[in-house]
């Protein structure tokens, strides 16, 4: 199948990432804490937030997933490239769109959050943090290690539910389910990023702290990723030598 024009994927993962950040950490802001009139919790919690992350990641991949292998994340995109799997002359163009769209879905949920009477954005955006702006009241070092785990875990889900040897049509419902788990287990501990247009959308607008904290959640994802792509081949034995790239629609996207 012939790859798509480049205009054709930046719109693409453009309506994947505000996708993301719109179901994902509006879920967060608007509905995990919710009560009704009499005070009785209906939110959805930690559960539902994170179902709502994979969600979001599983649809836009069926929808979109064809047209530019539905990465929705810098991270993802710069460890396919070290996997081999996406071409590096393409990263950039990639990565800015993902922050854009991301932004513009975080200006959104903090318009659509002001229009609640004596609603405070600061510290209520779904931001990404460590120490004192940890969920969990994690440590630095306890927040880093986190987030290089759960994104190469991340990055060998797509890459072996992508691979040309697993079942074909299947890939967004597992990588899907994977982010519902890394959130089940990060939420907790960092708010879970595995994802730094996910973290940039809403750092400036939650403030509290978010956007000096916001450099972790940029280098770790990163650094798990690149672990990943480095490592699945040869883990996993799978053969890239003299794939075309161009040929190919990589990532999430692959096999759906």
């Not at 004192?132 to 880093?144: E, W």
């Not at 990023?193 to 939650?206: C, E, G």
Request: net charge negative; with cysteine; charged share 10%.
């Amino acid at each position: 199948m012939q790859t798509p024009r480049l205009s054709a994927r930046l719109g693409a993962e453009a309506l994947g990432t505000f996708w993301l950040v719109f179901g994902g950490c509006g879920s967060a802001i608007f509905a995990a804490k919710a009560v009704s009139d009499d005070k009785f919790p209906v939110g959805i919690g930690y559960l539902g937030v994170a179902l709502a992350f994979g969600l979001t990641v599983l649809t836009m991949a069926y929808a979109v997933g064809h047209v530019s292998g539905g990465h929705f994340n810098p991270a993802v995109t710069i460890g396919c490239a070290v996997g081999k799997r996406f071409d590096w002359k393409d990263v950039l163009p990639y990565v800015v769109t993902q922050v854009v769209a991301g932004l513009i879905a975080g200006a959104a949920l903090f318009a659509i959050a002001k229009g609640q009477s004596g609603f405070d954005a600061t510290g209520n955006m779904a931001a990404n943090g460590y120490g004192d702006h940890s969920p969990g009241g994690y440590s630095l070092a306890a927040c880093f290690l986190a987030e290089i785990i759960l994104t190469a875990f991340f990055l060998y889900i797509i890459l072996g539910a992508t691979d040309g040897r697993a079942p074909v049509g299947f890939a967004p419902l597992a990588i899907g389910l994977g982010l519902t788990i890394i959130h089940l287990v990060g939420i907790p501990i960092t708010n879970t990023s595995v994802n730094p247009a996910r973290s940039t959308a809403v750092a400036f607008f939650n403030g509290d702290g978010a956007p000096a904290q916001l450099w972790l959640f940029w280098v770790a994802p990163i650094i798990g990723a690149a672990i990943a792509g480095a490592t699945y081949g040869l883990i996993t034995q799978e053969k890239r030598a003299g794939v075309d790239i161009e040929g190919e629609t990589e990532s999430v996207g692959a096999n759906a």
